[in-house]
């Protein structure tokens, strides 16, 4: 299960699938250095995306 305190590193090398979902809701840059830092959380606010939303397309 993906949560809003894991980063967009841990995200996408757990599963790799999951960069296309980041992608299709405007974050462009799942592998930039800060991506693999940054929380889900944090990413949402930068990028104005609904974090409610977004955790549930990556959890489906």
Do not use: Y
Request: with cysteine; hydrophobic share 45%.
């Amino acid at each position: 299960m993906i949560t809003k305190d894991m980063t967009i590193g841990e995200i996408v090398n757990a599963d790799s699938s999951k960069a296309e979902v980041l992608m299709s809701f405007g974050m462009g840059c799942v592998g930039c250095p800060s991506a693999q830092a940054e929380t889900l959380a944090e990413a949402a606010v930068v990028h104005g995306i609904n974090l409610e939303q977004l955790l549930e397309a990556l959890n489906k």
